[in-house]
């Protein structure tokens, strides 16, 4: 079974910070995704990172992945407090596209 | 564009009862579904891949016979929970995928009393 992991579980902090949100999986795959959730909600999504090097960014978020060191990071830049929410990054294994393994999700709280 | 619904989105039964959650994907045609729960605080675990016109495939430790899924045609999936009990409540999301796109249901609470 594919595992994922995600730290750190809790971060808060203060506008306009930054900081760094880590995924590190466990077999291979070539797809991740990132996604934020805010409290009794669905899932939004934020990124698809499909290839190694692969770097998005939208707003103050910014996503890569790395598939040799099966890593992906979520960096968050001078964070404002409609940032907070649980993000999860997901993984799907190569032999199975649409099957998704979540992370634990880190709860971010920006304080103002 | 392309979107996944669940009905209901939020649910009260009595312990012992069972209770049928939707999901349909609304633009477009999705022979694959997947079901997962996610607990207060943490985070989605999958629990089963249901596939059109055929057996659901269920993660290690989830109870076919409890958590049962249909998936009879190819905009609609059906997680039925048996006999439910207090535990069982939770939060239960679907997903369904159009090409690389993957959507996600809005999600359904399950409170079981």
């Known amino acids: 079974e594919l595992k994922v992991e995600q730290n750190p579980l809790f971060l808060s902090m203060q506008e306009g910070k930054n900081y760094t949100i880590y995924c590190n999986y466990s077999?291979?795959?070539?797809?991740l995704y990132w996604y934020r959730q805010d409290p009794g909600k669905s899932l939004e999504s934020l990124f698809v990172l499909l290839s190694n090097g692969a770097v998005k960014q939208e707003g103050r978020l910014m996503a890569s992945l790395d598939t040799k060191a099966r890593l992906s990071t979520l960096h968050i830049t001078a964070a404002v407090h409609d940032l907070s929410a649980t993000y999860f990054c997901a993984v799907g294994p190569i032999y199975n596209f649409n099957k998704f393994y979540f992370g634990s999700g880190t709860k971010l709280n920006v304080k103002p | 564009g392309a979107v996944v619904s669940q009905h209901p989105s939020r649910v009260i039964c009595k312990s012992g009862t069972s209770v049928k959650i939707e999901c349909r994907s609304l633009d477009f045609q999705a022979t694959t579904m997947f079901w997962y729960r996610q607990f207060p605080k943490q985070s989605l675990m999958l629990m089963a891949t249901s596939n059109e016109g055929s057996k659901a495939t269920y993660e290690q430790g989830v109870e076919k016979d409890k958590f049962l899924i249909n998936h009879a045609s190819l905009t609609l999936s059906t997680l039925t929970v048996t006999s439910a009990h207090p535990e069982d409540s939770s939060f239960y999301i679907c997903s369904a995928s159009e090409g690389p796109t993957i959507y996600f249901g809005e999600g359904s609470w399950l409170t079981v009393v």
């Open positions: 077999t291979t795959s070539d797809r």
